[in-house]
């Protein structure tokens, strides 16, 4: 049996609040309702062989051996620390049978995969239609003419991620600084659409036009001028003649601007029209208030009949970069340095094979963190990450794939401008995109080639608001507008500065001894507690020697106008044998003491609707362990922070006025001396355990708005987990989304025991799958977490997580519980239902009877009876004078 939901195209909204809601393009676009334009997720039940297999190709092929994925699919479960190419290389085979729905029989249809590891042929039926060289940008197939619109369908896939020179990035994974990883790693869509069609600009190869271009002008306060450019094409048997609309809507639902226009394609050709959209009272787009219109697109054939279209969203809004007066947004110049990160796009585990929803959430955890800009190292990322720097405001450095490699041999330099090419092709309409980076990373490439990879986006994109970036010394820099450097560069050589140029840093906080050993005050794992975490912190904010720090960055002059922290996640690598540890979360997106150091740098003004990335707050950097410092480190926004040590104790008030001004607008507080383990001791003795704690309050304008409390974890007694939901999205049974889950082991009171090395065993029921990297699903504790993926099937329902101890006993915490459930996928699919079924690897699921957390009344009474036995062992010591 087929299936293809087809009815949810209708059903899509047609205006979405961009701050509210997330949306995820299609192909690089919206759906739009009443377009006849229908697109649908390819990705459920593909079948997958890692190796290479003679006749895979061929559509008889035998394939019902083979393992049922899908995509996003890497080609392996990795464990949790995969450096120092553990990971699989070589070619591996996918296979998807499908057939077509009745409605699509007179459609013209395409392939659209956001991106293939390595290098990638594509067959449908036994014929080749797409073949491609590089992992990080779409693959286009035009396969009207060779689908059987009646039968049965193959597609047949061949990616091998293994080191070749001839295509970029280049070098050797052993020689470099993260992994290739492997497969069919972003989504799979089918494009239908009519003959006479809205061109897709990364299949058309065409210089700044294919699919829509989006750009503006005379952008103000009061108005703001819209300009278009739309590429269509007329494989239908006649001349086409009809009319082109615009509709622009706001966030409101309301519309800003309207216009039309006549035109003409005749049979067999192309052509590009150009429109104006005149916008009064525009609401422009800023990292503070990243407003997105959404921009209707369709066209009616003589008889008013739609016959294709889109949405697309954009965000208005003008950059200028000014040499020595730095930064313009919105013709105002920005008020302060952009602080951001690098990001790279692996995650535990499943490395590059990343859900949507989980590059919204790193998206939207950066922009909690206060960051602002996102340097995309050292690739292009997947739209869904595209997408939500635009709602979410984030400033993005958009990168051509390359790291320390170059090769003279004349196919490498055709597929790097290739990868220009069709990077500005895919994200010109970003309101994100801030810098284009089309330099290959770290490289002693030839200087002629700088100046063709400035004109080749300058071709791409050329209008307003394009502007390209190389490091300082970089060979043929001096053809770019921006220069990469450090601030300790400029200050050492003041006469180097060129006044014309406008500075920032591409990558800073890190520190190491050599480029061998790595060792270095910002490369911390989480595991290793909270002073190494402390001390990477204070590194990263502040230190007393030497370094690009955010005490540097936000001293510089305009002309210096920011930096981006290398790196926000802790990732995987290829030519070290340890993950690089200098993230602000880990690869599971845990966050470190750092993060909250960043997030003390964000505005405390909470604006009314675009919230992310604002607010008060205020961090305790101290756990309260035996073997805590007395000193206690604090991270908060406020103007005033009281910290109060202990039920009764004298509060103790930082207030920054009256502290020494530095360039950090909140440099971390130390209140030295508060904690002192002896003073625990003598009031849990004396039965007074629950007034021991550290208190926070964070204070504006003399009012508490922010708080922050710890207290000592006591006797571990159960375990509690919970899911990674920032963002509120629910689960999506599309048979790919995920979710992080984190179990720990507390106390009774819930507080995390974060001294303890205990092994936890995981099992799911229901419909959901785990993911652990360990054999046995048993995860060891790290400072006092053990986090596991949950991923979808293709049916919703309800998922049950239980934790337990690996080994049992009788005084070992009891097991904790956590339901989760899917909701239906919101996009069209198409797959067999015969094929989904494998995707299923267990045989027991939840009935609607069964849907409730598992009652643990027995483990929980057998603990209450153990702990009153306890109480005769604790007596008896405290009699003996213990």
Not at 185 to 210: F, K, M, Q, S
Not at 325 to 331: H, T, V
Not at 695 to 702: F, I, M, P, S, T
Request: proline content about 6%; charged content about 25%.
């Amino acid at each position: 049996m087929k299936r293809i939901i087809l009815a949810l195209a209708g059903m899509m909204a047609a205006v979405l609040p961009a701050f509210s809601t997330a949306e995820y393009s299609m192909a690089g676009f919206f759906p739009l309702d009443g377009t006849g334009r229908i697109v649908a997720s390819m990705n459920p039940a593909w079948r997958f062989h890692r190796g290479d297999v003679s006749g895979a190709d061929c559509k008889a092929f035998a394939d019902s051996a083979w393992e049922v994925v899908s995509l996003p699919h890497g080609v392996e479960i990795l464990p949790s620390e995969a450096s120092g190419c553990v990971n699989y290389q070589g070619p591996v085979w996918y296979r998807k049978h499908f057939s077509l729905p009745d409605s699509l029989s007179d459609k013209k249809l395409f392939l659209h995969f956001e991106a293939i590891m390595g290098k990638s042929r594509v067959w449908v039926n036994g014929k080749e239609v797409a073949r491609h060289y590089g992992g990080y940008l779409p693959v286009v197939a035009d396969i009207t003419d060779v689908v059987d619109r009646e039968g049965d369908n193959v597609i047949a896939v061949m990616t091998d991620n293994s080191d070749d020179p001839s295509y970029p990035p280049g070098k050797p994974q052993d020689m470099l600084d993260f992994a290739y990883f492997g497969g069919i790693y972003r989504d799979c869509w089918l494009v239908a659409h009519d003959r006479l069609h809205i061109t897709d600009p990364n299949y058309e190869n065409v210089v700044a036009g294919g699919g829509l271009a989006v750009w503006y002008d005379n952008v103000g306060e009061s108005k703001a001028d819209v300009n278009t450019r739309l590429h269509i094409r007329n494989e239908a048997r006649t001349d086409f003649s009809g009319r082109l609309e615009y509709i622009l809507i706001d966030a409101a639902g309301d519309t800003a601007a309207m216009t039309q226009g006549n035109i003409k394609v005749a049979k067999g050709k192309a052509t590009s029209i150009s429109s104006k959209l005149n916008v009064d009272n525009a609401r422009l787009w800023s990292p503070r208030s990243p407003h997105l219109y959404n921009l209707h697109v369709r066209i009616y054939d003589r008889k008013g009949s739609a016959v294709d279209g889109y949405r697309r969203r954009i965000g208005i809004r003008s950059l200028e970069f000014r040499g020595k007066d730095g930064f313009y947004l919105n013709g105002e110049p920005y008020a302060e340095p952009l602080i951001g990160a690098n990001r790279h796009q692996d995650y535990a585990l499943v490395g590059n094979a990343v859900s949507n929803s989980a590059h919204r959430r790193d998206a939207l955890k950066l922009k909690n963190a206060g960051l602002n800009v996102i340097r995309n190292a050292h690739c292009p990322q997947d739209p869904a990450f595209m997408d939500a720097c635009d709602e979410l405001g984030l400033l993005v450095i958009d990168n051509t794939p390359g790291w320390q490699f170059w090769n003279d041999a004349p196919e490498f330099g055709r597929r790097v401008f290739s990868d220009i090419r069709n990077l500005v092709r895919r994200d010109r309409n970003h309101p994100s995109v801030w810098l284009w980076e089309p330099i290959l990373n770290e490289t002693w490439y030839p200087s002629d080639f700088a100046a063709r990879a400035r004109a080749t986006v300058d071709e791409e994109y050329p209008w307003p608001g394009c502007y390209s970036a190389s490091d300082s010394e970089a060979r043929g820099s001096e053809n770019f507008p921006i220069w990469f450097a450090h601030p300790r560069s400029m200050s050492d050589a003041p006469d180097k500065i060129d006044p014309t140029r406008t500075y920032f840093t591409r990558e800073w906080g890190d520190n190491v001894d050599d480029w061998s050993s790595h060792n270095s005050p910002s490369r911390v794992s989480r595991s290793w507690g909270e002073e190494p975490m402390r001390i990477q912190a204070r590194h990263y904010s502040c230190p007393p020697y030497n370094v690009t720090s955010y005490e540097s960055l936000m001293s510089q002059p305009r002309q210096h106008v920011g930096g981006c922290l290398w790196h926000s996640f802790d990732h995987q690598r290829g030519y070290h044998p340890d993950p690089f540890y200098g993230g602000i979360m880990d690869a599971f997106r845990q966050p470190k003491y750092s993060y909250y150091m960043f997030m003390s740098q964000r505005p405390v003004q909470t604006d009314s609707v675009y919230a992310s990335g604002t607010g008060p707050m205020v961090w305790i950097a101290h756990e309260m362990t035996p073997f805590s410092g007395s000193d206690v480190t604090v991270y908060s926004n406020c103007d005033e922070v009281r910290l109060t040590f202990n039920s009764g104790g004298v509060p103790m008030v930082y207030r920054r006025d009256v502290m020494k001004q530095q360039g950090m607008k909140n440099p971390p507080m130390v209140f030295d001396g508060v904690y002192d383990f002896m003073a625990d001791k003598a009031l849990t003795r004396s039965g007074k355990p629950d007034d021991v704690y550290l208190l926070a309050e964070g204070l504006v304008d003399g009012k508490v708005v922010a708080t922050h409390k710890v207290q000592p974890a006591r006797r571990p007694e159960k375990i509690v987990l919970w899911a990674d939901t920032v963002g509120g999205e629910q689960l999506k049974a599309d048979g790919s989304d995920f979710v992080t889950v984190i179990a720990a082991v507390a106390d009774k009171n819930g507080r995390i025991k974060r001294l303890n090395n205990s092994m936890l065993h995981f099992e799911i029921e229901g419909e959901g799958r785990l993911i652990t990297g360990s054999e046995g699903d048993n995860v060891r504790l790290e400072w006092g977490t053990a986090p596991v993926l949950v991923r979808s099937t293709l049916r919703s329902g309800t998922i049950r997580v239980r934790a337990s101890m690996a080994k049992g006993g009788t005084h070992r915490p009891i097991s904790g519980e956590l339901t989760i459930v899917s909701v239906p996928s919101d996009v069209n699919m198409i797959y067999y239902d015969k094929d989904a079924r494998f995707l299923d690897d267990r045989d027991r699921y939840l009935s609607a009877d069964d849907c409730g957390v598992r009652d643990n009344d027995q483990e929980r009474m057998a603990l209450e009876k153990r702990a009153a036995r306890l109480l005769e062992v604790e007596r008896q010591q405290n009699e003996f004078g213990e």
